[in-house]
Every structure is written in structure tokens, then in C-alpha cells.
């Protein structure tokens, strides 16, 4: 029995270019088990990942950080 994991920086930062496509994309041809992104920063690109996720079967967590971090940061 194999469990896929996939961990991923997406370097969400307000500033850089937007994957959140790109990446949904290749959750949806790789369908890992479990999947946590980090450095989600921007709100919107939050929601659009969590939208997907769960549109795709996956149960979505969000880190309760905002009162420890100067940004909330991943799913």
C-alpha cells in the first residue's frame, strides 16, 4: 500500500507570478493523497486552490496562523 504526498512551495508572495492554475492542473493529472501548499499568501489564490481541492475530493484544512504570522500561509 503506497500513500502520495505532495508538499509544495508555491511562493505566494503578493508580488510574484500566479501558478495557482499551472498547479491545480497538475494535482488534477497526479491526484496525490494528500497535498499541502505553502506560502498560499494572497487571499484570492487561497481560495481559488481551496475551490479545487475540494471540487476534486479533498478535505481542505487552513492553518489557524493569522494571529502568529504577519500573513495567513497555506492549506
Given at each position: 500500500?503506497?500513500?502520495?504526498?505532495?508538499?509544495?512551495n508555491?511562493?505566494?508572495?503578493p508580488?510574484?507570478?500566479?501558478t495557482?492554475?499551472?498547479?491545480?492542473e497538475w494535482?488534477?493529472e497526479?491526484?496525490?493523497?494528500?497535498?499541502?501548499l505553502?506560502?498560499?499568501?494572497?487571499?484570492?489564490?487561497?481560495?481559488?486552490y481551496?475551490?479545487?481541492l475540494?471540487?476534486?475530493?479533498?478535505?481542505v484544512?487552513?492553518p489557524?496562523?493569522?494571529?502568529?504570522?504577519?500573513?495567513?500561509?497555506?492549506?
Open positions: 500500500m503506497f500513500l502520495t504526498v505532495l508538499t509544495y508555491t511562493h505566494g508572495l508580488w510574484s507570478r500566479d495557482s492554475v499551472e498547479i491545480c494535482l488534477k497526479r491526484r496525490p493523497q494528500v497535498v499541502c505553502q506560502e498560499v499568501f494572497v487571499e484570492a489564490n487561497r481560495q481559488y481551496k475551490e479545487h475540494e471540487r476534486n475530493g479533498y478535505r484544512c487552513v489557524r496562523d493569522g494571529g502568529v504570522a504577519l500573513v495567513t500561509s497555506g492549506l
